[in-house]
């Protein structure tokens, strides 16, 4: 698999935004490896979370729509080992890096702030937050060793919760506003490395995540969300996952140190 054409990490892989990333990518023609910790109703999800999160059988799904394109990988974004040892798998099969993504994430809430237990809080800071600071650890040392002159790139997903107050989701929110921050401050670390960080930021996305959203606010489905765009509608995993490609692209540069909006029009 190794050869010329670009190729990427992205975690969080197997469903949603993530695997909707895998696809914009390939059809761009990288090479990737795909990570999810494929945790599905079991308790490796962590205290809070009380949805079904993606299984095994949801990533070798993607994998198989890309033969030769993609390989899966089942790795943890808590797990800083697992996530190294993905970034030199990545190496050592397309013989380059050129981006990352880190997509995995989870939701807990549905209390107000002095009602949300610290385990829901301990959950949200190790999947959403370190687990960014955990893939760009991993990611970095490869990239800054990169040959392509269009540079590396790394990408958060971010979320419209991040830069705005929800309604029961202070947890939520503040794990999204450090993502942010972290994002801005990788990308001041690696001023004139070639070397670029960004953070994209959804509004109310058709994912799994969003039905547990709904799930929590006690609503009967994720189309009342669509109220919150201003056009009226839910955002498409698919759309959000094209301004990441775009963000991974030469053409990125520009945006280092950025949040860049996949909100449409979000008004919370």
């Known amino acids: 698999m190794t050869g010329d054409r670009r190729a990427a990490l992205v975690t969080g892989a197997a469903r949603g935004i993530g695997a909707a990333t895998v696809r914009a990518l390939c059809a761009e023609g990288y090479a990737v ?11 490796d999800r962590g205290p809070g979370v009380g949805y079904r999160l993606a299984s095994r059988e949801d990533l070798d799904a993607l994998a198989d729509e890309h033969p030769g394109q993609v390989l899966a990988r089942v790795a943890d974004v808590r797990d800083r080992d697992a996530l190294e040892a993905a970034a030199a798998e990545a190496v050592e099969q397309f013989g380059r890096l050129d981006a990352a993504v880190a997509a995995a994430a989870v939701i807990c809430g549905g209390r107000p702030l002095w009602e949300t237990p610290q385990e829901e809080l301990r959950t949200l800071w190790e999947v959403d937050v370190l687990g960014v600071w955990n893939t ?6 490869h990239m800054l060793r990169g040959t392509d002159p269009g540079g590396c790139r790394f990408v958060a997903v971010a979320s419209a919760a991040g830069s705005r107050g929800l309604f029961r989701l202070a947890g939520y929110g503040a794990a999204k506003h450090a993502v942010i921050g972290l994002v801005r401050g990788l990308a001041a670390d690696l001023v004139n490395t070639g070397v670029t960080a960004v953070a994209v930021s959804p509004g109310s ?9 709904a799930a929590l606010y006690g609503l009967d489905g994720v189309e009342d969300f669509a109220a919150s765009q201003l056009d009226g509608r839910l955002i498409e995993p698919a759309e959000v996952a094209d301004l990441i490609a775009f963000c991974c692209s030469a053409h990125g540069r520009l945006a280092n140190g950025a949040v860049m909006s996949a909100e449409g029009g979000f008004r919370g």
């Not at 760009?136 to 040392?141: E, F, K, L, S, T």
């Not at 996305?205 to 959203?213: D, P, Q, S, V, Y």
């Open 33 to 43: 490896l795909a990570l999810d910790g494929c945790a599905g109703d079991g308790p």
């Open 136 to 141: 760009a650890a991993a990611v970095v040392p």
């Open 205 to 213: 996305t058709r994912t799994e995540m969003l039905t547990a959203t």
